[in-house]
T-cell receptor, first 112, second 117 residues
C-alpha cells in the first residue's frame, strides 16, 4: 500500500465548475501538506501548503486538511481553462531534509 | 522560475551504458534532491544532498549514485542504465529549515527525459 493515495483521474469539468481533488495517507507522522501543480512537460510548482488541520484559502484555491481522517483536499472555485494541469499532493514529516512523499497526481482538464 | 537548470534535457541511451544527469542551481540553497516521475507513481525520491559531499538515499535509490562537490551542482549517475530507468528525472532544491521548524518551499527544475533502449 502506498503511503499517499491520489485518484489519478483523468478529471474533466466545464469552465466555472468547482473542482475537488483529494488524497489520503497512512503515515500519521506527516505534518506538512502541500499541493503542487504541474503543466505538461514542466516541473511541479508549489501551489499551497499547510501545517495543520483546517482550511487555508488563497484566491480561488482552498486547501483542507483533516488529520484525524488522514485526508487532504484541494478545492478550485470558478475553474478556468488555465487550471488544466496535473495536481500532485505531497507530504513530509518535518525532520531533517525535506523528503517529500507524493501522490500519483490527478490530471485535470477544464473545458471552455 | 527558481534558478535551477538540468542537463541534458533529453537523452536516449542504450542498456548497459553509464549516464550522468546534472542539476545546477544559482540560489545557494543547502538541500538538493533527485526525483523520478513515472505514470501511476507520481514523483519518487532517488537521492538527496544536505550539503557539499553529504548525500543520502531516498525511496528508489538502487541503481543510482550521486555526487555533490560544489553547492551549486548535484550529479545523478546511472552506472549501467536499464530499461526500467526510462523516466523523467527532476531535480529540486530547498533552503534550510528555520529554527521555528517551518518548511521552506521545494523548487523543481524543468526535468530531463531519459529513454533507455
Amino acid at each position: 500500500q502506498k503511503e499517499v493515495e491520489q485518484d489519478p483521474g483523468p478529471l474533466s469539468v466545464p469552465e466555472g465548475a468547482i473542482v475537488s481533488l483529494n488524497c489520503t495517507y497512512s503515515n500519521s507522522a506527516f505534518q506538512y501538506f502541500m499541493w503542487y501543480r504541474q503543466y505538461s512537460r514542466k516541473g511541479p510548482e508549489l501551489l499551497m501548503y499547510t501545517y495543520s488541520s483546517g482550511n487555508k484559502e488563497d484566491g480561488r484555491f482552498t486547501a483542507q486538511v483533516d488529520k484525524s481522517s488522514k485526508y487532504i483536499s484541494l478545492f478550485i472555485r470558478d475553474s478556468q481553462p488555465s487550471d488544466s494541469a496535473t495536481y500532485l499532493c505531497a507530504m513530509d514529516i518535518i525532520q531533517g531534509a525535506q523528503k517529500l512523499v507524493f501522490g500519483q497526481g490527478t490530471r485535470l482538464t477544464i473545458n471552455p | 522560475d527558481a534558478g535551477i537548470t538540468q542537463s541534458p534535457r533529453h537523452k536516449v541511451t542504450e542498456t548497459g551504458t553509464p549516464v550522468t544527469l546534472r542539476c545546477h542551481q544559482t540560489e545557494n540553497h543547502r538541500y538538493m534532491y533527485w526525483y523520478r516521475q513515472d505514470p501511476g507513481h507520481g514523483l519518487r525520491l532517488i537521492h538527496y544532498s544536505y550539503g557539499v559531499k553529504d548525500t543520502d538515499k531516498g525511496e528508489v535509490s538502487d541503481g543510482y549514485s550521486v555526487s555533490r562537490s560544489k553547492t551549486e551542482d548535484f550529479l545523478l549517475t546511472l552506472e549501467s542504465a536499464t530499461s526500467s530507468q526510462t523516466s523523467v528525472y527532476f531535480c529540486a532544491i530547498s533552503e534550510s529549515r528555520l529554527t521555528s521548524g517551518l518548511q521552506e518551499t521545494q523548487y523543481f527544475g524543468p526535468g530531463t527525459r531519459l529513454l533507455v533502449l
